[in-house]
T-cell receptor
Framework: GAVVSQHPSRVICKSGTSVKIECRSLDFQATTMFWYRQFPKQSLMLMATSNEGSKATYEQGVEKDKFLINHASLTLSTLTVTSAHPEDSSFYIC????????????FGPGTRLTVT | KQEVTQIPAALSVPEGENLVLNCSFTDSAIYNLQWFRQDPGKGLTSLLLIQSSQREQTSGRLNASLDKSSGRSTLYIAASQPGDSATYLCAVILYQGGSEKLVFGKGTKLTVNP
């Protein structure tokens, strides 16, 4: 149980375009979802926390107008990177938790974004 | 600001060895601590979660200890196998403003040679 999927696993986009990444909880209701970013040889860094039906809470230094997060249902959250730049190239990982997971976070497999 | 440090950054051992991975954190006011495994280009697999009131957790060949007062945790892997090769991440779990937050170290990249 407690499986989290992400789509796509890899995406390449051109500078200036937008790209959407999906995070789904497959077998539990995710009342909270988290988005992380990981640069090569660096720690995973929390970008934002979203509760179902509410606006996301962004960490300091993360631009909310650039990284749009929607958590409209208990099984789906999306991260849209708007006007992507090469420096946005990174590994994006989501996690989810809910009552069924005893509030422990379960992580998705990640999405590798490359902006050319 | 909470900072998590993992030493060593990389470790290469022959198969069968017992080994210890270290994690230290600067602020002892943590909620829990969790060890993860990350395979190249993949997501995270939770290995062990230690609640702040606990001193250790065990799962199979893995044993994790926690000393909150000194800001340290160790992950002990017994009888290492090539399949254990991965990056091991330590994360402290904070509870701030009604919300949970994980702060990760940079990881220890483990290679177990056959």
């Amino acid at each position: 149980g407690a499986v989290v999927s992400q789509h796509p696993s890899r995406v390449i986009c051109k500078s200036g375009t937008s790209v959407k990444i999906e995070c789904r909880s497959l077998d539990f209701q995710a009342t909270t979802m988290f988005w992380y970013r990981q640069f090569p040889k660096q720690s995973l860094m929390l970008m934002a926390t979203s509760n179902e039906g509410s606006k996301a809470t962004y960490e300091q230094g993360v631009e909310k107008d650039k990284f749009l997060i929607n958590h409209a249902s208990l099984t789906l959250s999306t991260l849209t990177v708007t006007s992507a730049h090469p420096e946005d190239s990174s590994f994006y990982i989501c996690s989810a938790r809910g009552p069924d997971t005893l509030y422990e976070q379960y992580f998705g497999p990640g999405t590798r974004l490359t902006v050319t | 600001k909470q900072e998590v440090t993992q030493i060593p950054a990389a470790l290469s051992v022959p198969e069968g060895e017992n080994l210890v991975l270290n994690c230290s954190f600067t602020d002892s006011a943590i909620y829990n601590l969790q060890w993860f495994r990350q395979d190249p280009g993949k997501g995270l697999t939770s290995l062990l979660l230690i609640q702040s009131s606990q001193r250790e957790q065990t799962s199979g060949r893995l044993n994790a200890s926690l000393d909150k007062s000194s800001g340290r945790s160790t992950l002990y892997i017994a009888a290492s196998q090539p399949g254990d090769s991965a990056t091991y991440l330590c994360a402290v779990i904070l509870y701030q403003g009604g919300s949970e937050k994980l702060v990760f170290g940079k990881g220890t990249k483990l290679t177990v040679n056959p």
